[in-house]
Nanobody, 112 residues
Framework: QVQLVESGGGLVQAGGSLRLSCAASISIASLNPMGWYRQAPGKQRELVATITSGGTTVYVDSVKGRFTISRDNAKNTVHLQMNSLKPEDTAVYYC??????WGQGTQVTVSS
Protein backbone atom coordinates (compact mmCIF):
# COMPACT_ATOMS: atom_id res chain seq x y z
CA GLN A 1 0.00 0.00 0.00
CA VAL A 2 1.27 3.45 -0.93
CA GLN A 3 0.28 6.52 1.03
CA LEU A 4 0.55 9.89 -0.67
CA VAL A 5 0.36 13.22 1.15
CA GLU A 6 0.00 16.47 -0.75
CA SER A 7 0.96 19.91 0.49
CA GLY A 8 1.50 23.40 -0.85
CA GLY A 9 -1.98 24.40 -1.89
CA GLY A 10 -3.53 27.73 -0.99
CA LEU A 11 -5.03 30.98 -2.21
CA VAL A 12 -3.15 33.00 -4.80
CA GLN A 13 -3.96 35.86 -7.16
CA ALA A 14 -4.09 35.34 -10.89
CA GLY A 15 -0.61 35.43 -12.34
CA GLY A 16 0.94 34.07 -9.17
CA SER A 17 2.73 30.83 -8.46
CA LEU A 18 2.41 27.83 -6.17
CA ARG A 19 4.50 24.71 -5.70
CA LEU A 20 2.72 21.52 -4.77
CA SER A 21 4.53 18.62 -3.15
CA CYS A 22 3.58 14.98 -2.79
CA ALA A 23 5.34 12.80 -0.23
CA ALA A 24 5.13 9.03 -0.63
CA SER A 25 5.33 6.46 2.16
CA ILE A 26 7.60 4.21 0.12
CA SER A 27 10.33 4.58 -2.44
CA ILE A 28 8.96 6.07 -5.64
CA ALA A 29 11.88 4.94 -7.76
CA SER A 30 9.83 2.08 -9.19
CA LEU A 31 6.45 3.83 -9.20
CA ASN A 32 5.60 4.61 -12.77
CA PRO A 33 4.22 7.03 -13.55
CA MET A 34 3.72 9.58 -10.82
CA GLY A 35 1.18 12.23 -11.60
CA TRP A 36 -1.00 15.15 -10.62
CA TYR A 37 -4.72 15.36 -11.30
CA ARG A 38 -7.27 18.02 -10.43
CA GLN A 39 -10.98 18.27 -9.88
CA ALA A 40 -12.90 21.52 -10.06
CA PRO A 41 -16.38 21.88 -8.53
CA GLY A 42 -18.96 20.19 -10.70
CA LYS A 43 -16.36 18.74 -13.05
CA GLN A 44 -14.70 15.40 -13.53
CA ARG A 45 -11.20 14.75 -12.26
CA GLU A 46 -8.69 15.41 -15.02
CA LEU A 47 -5.06 14.65 -15.65
CA VAL A 48 -2.72 17.61 -15.17
CA ALA A 49 0.71 16.05 -15.63
CA THR A 50 2.59 12.78 -15.30
CA ILE A 51 6.24 11.86 -15.07
CA THR A 52 7.89 8.47 -15.56
CA SER A 53 10.87 7.13 -13.67
CA GLY A 54 12.92 8.02 -16.73
CA GLY A 55 11.78 11.62 -16.62
CA THR A 56 9.34 11.59 -19.53
CA THR A 57 6.56 14.10 -18.89
CA VAL A 58 3.05 14.57 -20.21
CA TYR A 59 0.91 17.67 -19.66
CA VAL A 60 -2.67 18.56 -20.40
CA ASP A 61 -2.73 21.28 -23.06
CA SER A 62 -4.18 23.89 -20.74
CA VAL A 63 -1.11 23.90 -18.47
CA LYS A 64 1.69 23.47 -21.00
CA GLY A 65 4.31 26.16 -20.60
CA ARG A 66 3.01 27.13 -17.15
CA PHE A 67 3.30 24.00 -15.00
CA THR A 68 6.31 21.77 -14.45
CA ILE A 69 6.23 18.32 -12.87
CA SER A 70 9.35 16.87 -11.30
CA ARG A 71 10.30 13.95 -9.10
CA ASP A 72 12.99 13.43 -6.49
CA ASN A 73 13.43 9.69 -6.09
CA ALA A 74 15.91 10.14 -3.25
CA LYS A 75 13.35 12.03 -1.17
CA ASN A 76 10.31 10.09 -2.42
CA THR A 77 8.60 13.28 -3.49
CA VAL A 78 6.93 14.65 -6.58
CA HIS A 79 6.44 18.35 -7.20
CA LEU A 80 4.22 20.46 -9.39
CA GLN A 81 5.48 23.99 -9.99
CA MET A 82 2.57 26.13 -11.13
CA ASN A 83 3.28 29.54 -12.64
CA SER A 84 1.06 32.15 -14.29
CA LEU A 85 -1.94 30.73 -12.47
CA LYS A 86 -5.41 31.46 -13.80
CA PRO A 87 -8.81 31.38 -12.06
CA GLU A 88 -9.67 28.30 -14.13
CA ASP A 89 -6.83 26.44 -12.40
CA THR A 90 -8.89 26.50 -9.21
CA ALA A 91 -9.44 22.91 -8.11
CA VAL A 92 -8.48 20.23 -5.64
CA TYR A 93 -5.16 18.79 -6.80
CA TYR A 94 -4.45 15.12 -6.24
CA CYS A 95 -1.21 13.19 -6.35
CA UNK A 96 -1.33 9.78 -8.03
CA UNK A 97 0.98 6.81 -8.29
CA UNK A 98 0.72 4.24 -11.05
CA UNK A 99 -2.88 5.22 -11.80
CA UNK A 100 -3.80 3.30 -8.64
CA UNK A 101 -2.92 5.19 -5.47
CA TRP A 102 -4.33 8.60 -4.58
CA GLY A 103 -3.60 11.25 -2.01
CA GLN A 104 -6.29 13.17 -0.16
CA GLY A 105 -5.84 16.29 -2.25
CA THR A 106 -4.87 19.90 -1.65
CA GLN A 107 -7.01 22.91 -2.52
CA VAL A 108 -5.72 25.50 -4.97
CA THR A 109 -7.76 28.67 -5.34
CA VAL A 110 -6.81 31.37 -7.84
CA SER A 111 -8.57 34.70 -7.46
CA SER A 112 -9.10 37.09 -10.35
Amino acid sequence: QVQLVESGGGLVQAGGSLRLSCAASISIASLNPMGWYRQAPGKQRELVATITSGGTTVYVDSVKGRFTISRDNAKNTVHLQMNSLKPEDTAVYYCNAQFIYWGQGTQVTVSS
